[in-house]
């Protein structure tokens, strides 16, 4: 990690994120491998220092890291904004994380059903994740934190993960599909 970006610096870098936008959600630090989190079930704002500063790099624009600190302390917010559509997905998701641990990955992506769920899956999450980027977009546009371009960059970015994952299963899902259709 730079020597610069210690975990006490970037508590108060999104900390003051925070206020500056005018939430208060409670910031936790974790080693969860995960840059920034949302637990709605807690209402916290979590960051893995490390993480954080590794995701940085893999941007390939050159963006300032407190920007893209600064951009995911929003969109993690803007998940926050969403949290009642969030708990209202619960029992979905505790029964969809039940049915992952239920089989192993093979039955998981060689049964059209199963792999149908997890379609589901991803179709809620990128849905969770624009939510949480267009709630992001306004409370920038109040705080004034980062400019227009470098937002849509982070942005993208990010949701070019979920989207790209989405897409593999979905080649995959399909695969499966047409490999149990019946011929009539």
Known sequence: ???HYTEDY???LISSTIQKVGLNNELIME???INMSYNFITDKVGFDAKRLVEAWKE???AIPFEKYVQALTMHELGHAIDREALEQSLDRTLEIMEMKNDHSDIELYTNEHLLAVIIEEHEMNIVFEETAWRNAKILN???GL???VTFEIIKNHSLATYQSIYTEDL???NQVKERTVQPV
């Open 1 to 3: 990690m730079h020597n």
């Open 10 to 12: 970037l508590y108060q």
């Open 31 to 33: 080693e969860s491998g």
């Open 59 to 61: 941007i390939e624009a």
């Open 141 to 143: 546009a109040k705080a």
């Open 146 to 148: 980062v400019d227009e």
């Open 171 to 173: 080649a995959i899902y």
